[in-house]
């Protein structure tokens, strides 16, 4: 029993806000802002002929932009590892 309250209160600290102080002391809550990925001056022909931008996200992985044949919705497609190596 004890060990699964540690491990309960382990686990809950895993997801701890980022946090600053104020002047008085009181804690505010910093907001995380998201970098929009980049694109590079690459590009990805896929097996039909056709080309791609290759975009960057700020976590350094490679994807391009695809369009769904079904529902014609936009989605990110990730490259491989081994395509990554531009």
Do not use: C
């Not at 990925?37 to 002929?49: A, E, L, R, V």
């Not at 996200?57 to 990554?84: C, D, Q, W």
Request: hydrophobic residues 30%; proline residues 3%.
């Amino acid at each position: 029993m004890k060990t699964l309250i540690i491990l309960l209160l382990l686990s809950g600290s895993t997801f701890a806000q980022s946090v600053k102080r104020d002047e008085q002391g009181n804690f505010i809550s910093v907001a995380k802002t998201k970098e929009p990925p980049q694109k590079t001056t690459f590009w990805y022909k896929d097996s039909k002929g056709n080309k791609h931008d290759v975009y960057v996200t700020s976590t350094g992985r490679h994807f391009i932009m695809k369009v769904s044949a079904k529902t014609g919705k936009e989605y990110r497609y990730y490259l491989e590892p081994k395509e990554n190596k531009l």
